[in-house]
Every structure is written in structure tokens, then in C-alpha cells.
């Protein structure tokens, strides 16, 4: 009994022991999956933060080099970059804008103007603008402009200096102002003109009026044609063919031809060696002759009733590779204090005597611009009483024609 009862534990702890021998491997089997499971998902995990360190570094990457480049582009803006804070002290400033921290003089009147706009700016949280004008260490005018930073309390301020824009935006305003009271006064003439003639029958009347009347309308046409041929020549567009200077000389006195003759002024031309040429637009440099011969004879009476008291004379040379045309008068001549002003526009020594001769007052600008328009140059020489010469100069054209 004894016996069976121990074969019978004997069989029992053996198919236990199976039980777990096969359990054991099963174990062994599902370790080993999960230890490659496992194995996949560290290796798709390490490859997604190889990946996520690669996406981070090259967008890093990208920030510097968008730093860097901001960096660069901040340090050479020409327009002054400040960021203060809420104190307005200043935090970040571009080289532009270092002269507006601790500065003297005019730098610190605009260190001022910029403290109150980030002030204001920083409690606002409104952008605000200003000009501020500087008298020292020389004149100037900035344009402050402060803008509220989002999520801080600081201000980011802009300067720019504004004066060449101002000083521009002033002569054109000055322009206008000066062609509308050129255009106004011939046309109030015009008007009360054609009112009186209207009203008369007497036929001797009506020739002088109708005389004054072509006079007025020749006066606005001279004005808007000198103003078309003022702006043709600022445009800057200027041709570049081979001219004979010669030609230059005599297209000008042709044009000239009657006014010297009705002012009863001689007109004497002396050529230039006659392949000396210039490189340039034809119609601009003859403009600008026949300006000149239009002022020597104009100017060259001292007034309707007297003769002149000598020729006009124009020549032409070559020196050390320029060529220089002359034009010299015997003239009223133009006293020392007006000699800088007269190429500026509407500019007139006498501005009674230049309407009564028909003149515009644009006359000298144009000729300025020619000169500039050709890498040349103009001098006047002047004496009151004896006369005056004008002298331009413009690079020859050097090869055969
Ligand atoms: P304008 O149409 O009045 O002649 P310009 O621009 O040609 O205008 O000349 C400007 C001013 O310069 C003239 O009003 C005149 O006072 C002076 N001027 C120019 N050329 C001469 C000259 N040859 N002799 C004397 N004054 C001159």
C-alpha cells in the first residue's frame, strides 16, 4: 500500500515538475518576445529622438544664422534701432542709434524725445510718432517712431533721419507755389485783357490790347516749356552720341539769330578746331548754350532805350582734354552777392527787369542740370557795369569721328 501511495506521489511530482518545465519554456519564449518587442520599440523610439534632435538642431540652426543675419542687417540700418524697457532704459541699441545714449549737444535733445515716446508707448501700449529738429552739432530733423513690444512691457524705437527727405519735399512745394504764382500773373493779365477788349471798338485800342495779349500768352508758353525742359533734364535721361562741337555753337546762335537782331547786339562765334567733339544729348547741350546767348543778349542793353556797349561773344576750345565753350557779354553784369544764387530756380537779380525782358527765371537751373547731366561744369565771372562771362566745361571725346 505503502508502495503504490509513493509511486503515485512519485508520478504526481513528475507531471508537475513537466507542467513547469513547459510553463518555464513558455516563459523563456514570451520573455524573449518581449525583450524584442521591447528591443523594436527603444530602437523606433531612439530613431524618433535621433530624428527630433536633428529637426531641433537644424531649426537652431536656422534661429543663429536668422540671429546672425538679423544682427548684421541691425548693425548696418542707416535708420537708429533702440529697445527699452518700461524705465525707458535703454536695452538693446543698433550702432545707428548709439549717438541718441548718453549723447551731447543735439544727440541729447533727441535722447529726450525718444525717453518720453517710450514712456508714453510703454503705458499706452499704443505706437506714437515725432519729429524732432537738431541744431547741433549741424541742423537735422528725426523721425522718432515708438512701437509697444507684444508680451513686454518694452518699446521698440525707430529713428530715422528725415532732413534730405524734407529739405526735398520743401523745394517741391516751394515749385509749385512758384509756378502757380509765375502762371497766375499773365493769366490775370490775360483776363482783364480780353474783358477790355471786349468793351472797345476803337480799332487802335483793340491792336494794343490784342498786342499785349500775344505778349502774355508768349510769356506762359515760355514758362510751361522752360518747366517741361526743366524736368526733361532732372529726369537725368540723357543720350550719349558723338556731337561736333561746332554744330553745337551754331544750332545755338541760330536760335538766337532774331533776338540778337531785334536787341540790335552783334553776335560773334569763334569755332573750336573743327573735329573737337563731345559725347552727350544734342538737344540739352544746345538748350543750354541758347540759354546763355538768350541772358548775354537780354542783359546786354542796359535798358529798351540804350545800345549795347559791345558784341556777344561765344568761343569754343579744347584744354587738357576738356572741351570749354565760352559765352561773355558787355552786359549789365551780376553783383558778387547773387553770382551763387542765380542757377537756382525762379532766382532773378532783378525779377521786374527779367519778366520785362520775357524771362522765366528757370533759364540758369537748366543749363545747371545740362552741365551735371554730362560730367561737366559751369563758372560765372561777372563785373557789374562791364559785363559777365559764363564758362562750360565737358569732357572731349577723344578718337577719330
Ligand atoms: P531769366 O529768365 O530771368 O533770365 P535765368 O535763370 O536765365 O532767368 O537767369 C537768372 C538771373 O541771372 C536773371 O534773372 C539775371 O538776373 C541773371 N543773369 C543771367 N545771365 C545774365 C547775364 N548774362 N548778365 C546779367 N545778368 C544775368
Not at 73 to 84: E, F, K, Q, Y
Not at 115 to 134: K, T
Not at 146 to 174: C, G, K, L, N, W
Request: no cysteine; net charge negative.
Amino acid at each position: 500500500m505503502l508502495d503504490v501511495v509513493f509511486v503515485v506521489a512519485i508520478v504526481g511530482l513528475a507531471a508537475v515538475a513537466v507542467a513547469l518545465w513547459v510553463r518555464l519554456r513558455r516563459l523563456g519564449a514570451a520573455r524573449r518576445d518581449l525583450a524584442r518587442r521591447l528591443g523594436l520599440l527603444v530602437d523606433d523610439a531612439s530613431r524618433d529622438v535621433d530624428s527630433s534632435i536633428d529637426e531641433i538642431s537644424s531649426l537652431l540652426l536656422a534661429q543663429t544664422s536668422d540671429n546672425i543675419a538679423l544682427a548684421g542687417a541691425l548693425d548696418r540700418s542707416p535708420v537708429g534701432v533702440l529697445i527699452v524697457d518700461h524705465d525707458a532704459t535703454p536695452i538693446y541699441t543698433n550702432p545707428a542709434a548709439a549717438p541718441y545714449v548718453g549723447g551731447r549737444h543735439g544727440d541729447a535733445v533727441a535722447e529726450r524725445k525718444i525717453a518720453e515716446l517710450a514712456g508714453q508707448v510703454s503705458l499706452n501700449r499704443v505706437g506714437a510718432e515725432a519729429e524732432v529738429d537738431l541744431y547741433s552739432p549741424r541742423r537735422r530733423r528725426l523721425q522718432v517712431e515708438a512701437v509697444p513690444m507684444s508680451e513686454s512691457e518694452a518699446v521698440v524705437v525707430f529713428v530715422t533721419d528725415v532732413t534730405d527727405q524734407r529739405r526735398v519735399e520743401a523745394i517741391r512745394r516751394d515749385f509749385v507755389a512758384n509756378v502757380s504764382h509765375e502762371l497766375k500773373t499773365p493769366l490775370g493779365a490775360l483776363s482783364v485783357l480780353a474783358e477790355t477788349l471786349e468793351e472797345t471798338d476803337d480799332a487802335e485800342v483793340r491792336r494794343r490790347l490784342s498786342r499785349r495779349l500775344m505778349d502774355q500768352a508768349t510769356r506762359m508758353s515760355s514758362l510751361v516749356d522752360d518747366i517741361l525742359s526743366l524736368s526733361h533734364v532732372e529726369s537725368g535721361t540723357v543720350s550719349d552720341e558723338p556731337i561736333l562741337v561746332n554744330d553745337l555753337l551754331r544750332e545755338a546762335a541760330g536760335s538766337v539769330a532774331v533776338a540778337a537782331a531785334e536787341s540790335v547786339v552783334p553776335l560773334e562765334i569763334k569755332e573750336a578746331d573743327p573735329g573737337l567733339r563731345v559725347a552727350g544729348d544734342r538737344r540739352q547741350l544746345v538748350s543750354a548754350i541758347t540759354n546763355l546767348l538768350d541772358n548775354a543778349i537780354k542783359y546786354s542793353r542796359w535798358d529798351k532805350d540804350s545800345l549795347p556797349e559791345g558784341p556777344v561773344l561765344v568761343e569754343a576750345f579744347e584744354d587738357a582734354g576738356k572741351v570749354v565753350i565760352r559765352i561773355a557779354d558787355h552786359g549789365i553784369g551780376i553783383p558778387e552777392a547773387h553770382q551763387e544764387r542765380i542757377f537756382e530756380r525762379f532766382y532773378r537779380v532783378d525779377p521786374a527787369r527779367s519778366r520785362a525782358t520775357g524771362g522765366t527765371g528757370l533759364g540758369l537751373s537748366i543749363v545747371r542740370h545740362v552741365v551735371l547731366n554730362h560730367r561737366g561744369d559751369v563758372a560765372v565771372e561777372s563785373n557789374p557795369g562791364r559785363g559777365t562771362t559764363f564758362t562750360l566745361v565737358f569732357p572731349a571725346l577723344s578718337g577719330a569721328p
